[in-house]
């Protein structure tokens, strides 16, 4: 005799089949996650930032000065990275790249032409990379905070940026989408500075992009922010007589290039200062004792004393003061230009060098009459000048 099933006992069995099946799947969910954690994120949950990736206007809060287009390429390897920003304002765009070893010592790079000198670490998820660059003897101070969503679909760039003497630091925040692989941007050809900038003049014909670089190596070389000569939010204003006298100073600078065939940059006068400081003293003991001179001769016109003159029509106790002077501003003994004992000999190929360079001093002073340069301006205790600052 067939026993017959009680109602419902099957409906049962399914039902507890089906939850014991979700139990299953459940627990080796869990394990999977444990195992294998979040793609993008590694077990101990450091990110890997690695990617091209584009500002999304829409999400990034307003910022003071937010550019037309911002992009970043992130090339992340162990502890090492290297983090490159592209950015486009007006038609004209800028690189810079960093290349970091998280955890490590200093890491030296460069931004706006401005030697920088960052530390970059984990903080949980974020990394972490504090900058200093140097302009002039002012300081740029950078905190980047970057993070990567769960979904490793956005970047967010929290940065907090102090230049100099301000009083506070300014925060801007900025988020990326991930691009696709090779979607980042070929360089566009360029456009002349004066075809994107209002107010052009020393610049013109130059390309757009290197002006925020040639800006950048003003600052630095005076160690001044911009506002030493813009005015802030109008940069195209001449209305700072700083504007015009750093106009005037290029246009000198170009005609010693063309006229005295010597090359001499901003950074050679200025060295971080606004104004050039004065060379060191003179030293009156190293004056070579067969040189002294008695009253009668020092007040006689110094063609009759001395052999083989060029320059200096003055008197000759004035061409001992003169000699002292070059002497102190080349940071050289007498014996740098000249034969010891034969002092008008032309041997030294340095006198000559030097002879040329009190003609272009001459007749730089004659073409700007505004400007008093002279040797320390250009030496600063130096026999060669800089051209830029000196390699960290």
């Keep these: 005799m067939a026993v017959q099933e009680a109602p419902g006992c099957t409906l049962s069995a399914s039902r507890d089949a089906k939850m014991e099946i979700l139990v299953k799947y459940a627990t080796i969910s869990l394990s999977i996650l444990l195992l294998h954690p979040m793609a993008g994120f590694s077990q101990d949950g450091v990110p890997d930032l690695s990617g091209i990736w584009r500002r999304n206007p829409q999400k990034s809060p307003p910022s003071a000065h937010p550019p037309d287009e911002m992009w970043v390429k992130i090339a992340q390897s162990g502890s090492d990275i290297t983090i490159t920003f592209q950015t486009r304002n007006q038609g004209t765009g800028e690189t810079n790249a960093e290349r970091l070893r998280i955890g490590a010592g200093e890491n030296q790079n ?22 200093i660059a140097k302009f002039g003897d002012q300081e740029l101070r950078m905190n980047d905070r970057w993070s990567l969503s769960p979904d490793t679909q956005t970047l967010t760039l929290i940065e907090r940026h102090q230049f100099g ?11 990326f989408d991930r691009q696709p692989d090779g979607s980042w941007p070929e360089p566009q050809p360029s456009k002349p500075a004066e075809q994107i900038y209002k107010n052009i003049d020393i610049l013109k014909g130059i ?9 950048a ?20 204003k001449d209305a700072k007589p700083t504007f015009t006298k750093a106009r005037r100073m290029f246009h000198m600078r170009n005609w010693i290039a063309q006229n005295a ?53 003055s008197t000759a106790a004035d ?13 050289v003994g007498c014996a740098h230009c000249h ?54």
């Design 217 to 236: 190596a003003f600052s630095r070389s005076l160690g001044v922010a911009c506002t030493h000569c813009h005015v802030e939010g109008a940069l195209e």
């Design 110 to 131: 460069a931004i706006h032409g401005a030697p920088m000198t960052s530390k970059a670490a984990w903080d949980g998820a974020a990394l972490v990379v504090d900058s």
């Design 261 to 313: 065939k010597i090359e001499v940059a901003c950074w050679t006068c200025h060295r971080g200062h606004a104004v050039p400081q004065p060379g060191p003293p003179s030293d009156s003991g190293i004056w070579p004792a067969d040189l002294d001179l008695t009253a009668e001769q020092g007040a006689q016109p110094a063609s009759k004393v001395y052999k083989n003159l060029k320059f200096f029509n």
């Design 165 to 175: 003497a301000e009083p506070q630091p300014t925060q801007d925040a900025y988020f």
């Design 319 to 331: 061409l001992k003061s003169a000699m002292l002077f070059i002497s102190a501003s080349l940071g």
């Design 207 to 215: 390309p757009s992009e290197r002006v925020p670089l040639i800006m």
């Design 339 to 392: 034969v010891q004992g034969t002092w008008e000999k032309d041997d030294q190929p340095a006198k000559n060098s030097a002879r040329r360079m009190l003609a272009m001093v001459r007749d730089t002073r004659r073409e700007f009459t505004e400007s008093r340069i002279g040797c320390p301006t250009c030496h600063h205790g130096a026999s060669k000048p800089e051209l830029e600052p000196p390699a960290r």
